[in-house]
């Protein structure tokens, strides 16, 4: 197979596989000599913030010498993104090599009647082969879905295990209730390792704090009151972060205010980690402002803003990012979603809390699609005056960039979305 068959193969998978045991993928990894066993892992789950806290992990582990490896999900562009070596996706070649290595080893797997790898778990076996093969020492590993299913969940002892903020979400699969969501997330803790966690919904932060204790692990909670804005524009924020007896200055590329507890949870994991890595305090702080995460509040052109939000948290501290910049001008919104997102209530906090003056809805390729047309009709309904629908997402950017003329154009809704425009915007700079 050439790259692209091997993508398409890859990406065929989900039609014809279905959720294995753990026990099935450590089998597959002990095939491939238990590769997971030479790094030094940060394992990190949650709801939202997980990329953005993988990124600024591996920020200060390079600007501390180290070569890391980091492997998160979704891709926005082209799947190589999922595997980073020091902040550069592998190349086609790379990506082809450990999918025929694999690919052998799962083809005699499945002549002694075992099931095939899903879609998630042959990335996850990709990366470990590529990160073994590229000789990297740490290793940043985000969970998929999950996290006590969670085929990254193999992993047997992690340097520390990083838990994000927690809402809502894959309901379906995680469960209907905040506690039921953490007790799924939790379940990559593991016995005496270090976890460090968002305690800012207590009712998420009991259940994180009641499992660490069960399995003997050092838990750290962060607060709200262990941050605070010093500074805040279209270039970034500085704010002062305190534990404990230390006071740090941090600056980061971002403009959302959540990204605070994202760096301040990666920082508190490197500081806990110190006798581990021996990276200066100096080079932390400059690690962290080197992070960058593309998709996530990124700006993209001037005035021009996309994320990634799609569930109930994104959508709500979305929502306050643009308030935050309301006094710069009129609010331009290009909006998509895919139809197992509860887009009408998305949509609707959406207009009831930053009231866009100029909205462009389109669609994203794939079988989840929700109409431009029918998007279009939920902002109008909730009260929206100019609104216009455009299946196409690169000619729905011209006309939402044409429309916000001197103030903001933000696109929301989906990471799909996401990728999609940053896809258009390469081939037109091109």
Known sequence: MNYAEAVEYIDEIPKFTKKNSLDHTRELLRRMGSPEEKFKIIHVAGTNGKGSVCSYL???????????????????????????????K????????????LKK????????????????EMLFLMGMYIFDKEDVEYVILETGMGGRLDAT???????ACVIT??????????????????AEKAGIIKPHVPVIYDGHKREAAC??????????????ELVS????????????????FSFEKEKVTLQIPYIAKYQMMNASLAYLTMKKLENVHHISRENLIHGIAKSRWPGRMETVLPGVIIDGAHNEDGIAEFVKTVNDFKSEGEVTLLFSAVRDKRYQSMIREIVEGIHPQHVVTTQISGNRIVSAKELAAVFAELGCQDVSACSNVGAAFETANHKRKGGMLFCVGSLYLVGEVKDYLNKRNR
């Open 90 to 101: 592998v190349s086609d070649e790379l990506f082809l090599e450990a999918f025929t290595e």
């Open 153 to 159: 969940n193999t992993v047997k002892r992690p340097l």
């Open 165 to 182: 903020s927690i809402s809502k979400d894959h309901m379906e699969y995680l469960g209907d209730t905040i506690p039921k969501i953490a």
């Open 225 to 240: 009151s262990m941050y605070t804005v010093k500074k805040q524009g279209r270039d970034g924020i500085t704010f002062e």
């Open 58 to 88: 591996n920020a200060m582990l390079m600007e501390g010498g180290y070569r890391c490896g980091m492997f998160t999900s979704p891709h926005l562009v082209k799947i190589n993104e999922r595997f980073m070596i020091n902040n550069r």
């Open 105 to 120: 080893i799962i083809d005699q797997f499945i002549v002694q009647k075992e099931a095939h790898p899903t879609y998630f």
């Open 207 to 220: 259940v994180i704090a009641a499992r660490a204790k069960e399995l003997k692990s050092p838990a750290y």
